[in-house]
Nanobody, 124 residues
Framework: QVQLVESGGGLVQAGGSLRLSCAAS????????MGWFRQAPGKEREFVAA????????YSTDSVKGRFTISRDNAKNTAYLQMNSLKPEDTAVYYC?????????????????WGQGTQVTVSS
């Protein structure tokens, strides 16, 4: 079955960096657009960034532009989210997800598979 496993979360001070990884199995990774989402306490899950099948096109939400970078390695079946200049408001559980959409998409309903999430906590 399809599995998406996130790793790399943790506790970091404001201004610090973390790199999240999403290891995929049970699917043809290069056939899926990959996305990262996050859910802060008491808030709805929101889109963070997405990358198309080849890695040649990315899209991210305005609040993380210039700080977060999404990438992928199709040979390793892994997607990444490099997070720099972290802020306390970035604190959330981060989820990766896979979509059969050809183009990058922010709509959660377009993603068929989801990981269990990894906690990111940014202290002030």
């Amino acid at each position: 079955q399809v599995q998406l496993v996130e790793s790399g979360g943790g506790l970091v001070q404001a201004g610090g960096s973390l790199r999240l990884s999403c290891a995929a199995s049970g699917l043809t990774f290069s056939s899926y657009t990959m996305g990262w989402f996050r859910q802060a306490p008491g808030k709805e899950r929101e889109f963070v960034a997405a990358i198309n099948r080849s890695g040649g096109s990315t899209y991210s939400t305005d609040s993380v532009k210039g700080r977060f970078t999404i990438s992928r390695d199709n040979a390793k079946n892994t997607a990444y989210l490099q997070m720099n200049s972290l802020k306390p408001e970035d604190t959330a559980v981060y989820y990766c997800a896979a979509s059969r959409n050809v183009v990058v998409v922010a709509r959660q309903g377009a993603y068929a598979y989801w990981g269990q999430g990894t906690q990111v906590t940014v202290s002030s």
